[in-house]
């Protein structure tokens, strides 16, 4: 199968050339279009025109990969940390996102809350609801370092259903979740 490379910095300007620099909702809309067109570009150039463009992730430079599954997209950093986290200390924070919809918006809460010292994994999911998830080590951060980080210089943005979780392991596909239902529409 063949990867598409698209940074996030290139599809925020793409489509912040498009919108004149303004978030809005309909740019998700628009996001989403250009990727399930990009992917469908490279299934066909690919020679795999029956295959399902619903099954192929789209691998951005800075290790973050988008996978489209069914109606979801799901953008989750691929690259993890050096395994310098404590195993005993590893806690799972989900959150909804308020506030922002912007897909490109979604994708720097994700980044950002990826610099954080002790966050090991984070996902966002780019369609409502809107909702995010992070692994990190309760030795070296914690919920309110994390949450801050994600709404740095962006004071509209609120987050709801907040829920930190101790776990036993990293899971192997990392989904955001709003209190006990997993976003799998």
Do not use: W
């Not at 996001?31 to 099954?55: D, F």
């Not at 691929?78 to 922002?100: C, I, P, Q």
């Not at 907040?162 to 899971?171: C, F, M, N, R, V």
């Amino acid at each position: 199968m063949r990867h598409i490379e698209l940074s996030e910095d290139s599809l925020g300007t793409l489509v912040g050339s498009i919108s004149g620099g303004r978030c809005s909702s309909k740019l998700l809309d628009l996001s989403k279009l250009l990727l399930v067109t990009l992917i469908c570009v490279a299934a066909i150039s690919n020679g795999q025109a029956n295959a399902a463009p619903t099954a192929a992730p789209v691998k951005a430079k800075t290790g973050t990969t988008v996978t489209k599954t069914g109606s979801n997209l799901v953008s989750t950093t691929t690259e993890m940390k050096a395994a310098s986290y404590n195993a005993k200390a590893l806690h799972r924070l989900d959150f909804k996102v308020v506030g922002k919809s912007c897909a490109v918006c979604l994708l720097n809460i994700q980044k950002r809350v990826s610099t954080v010292p002790g966050a090991i994994k984070a996902a966002v999911q780019l369609q409502s609801p809107y909702a995010a998830v992070i692994l990190f080590d309760s030795s070296k951060t914690n919920q309110k370092i994390l949450l801050d980080k994600a709404k740095e210089g962006l004071p509209e943005v609120k987050f709801e259903a907040i829920e930190d979780t101790a776990i036993e392991k990293l899971p192997n596909v990392l989904v955001p979740k709003i209190g006990n239902t997993v976003l799998t529409n």
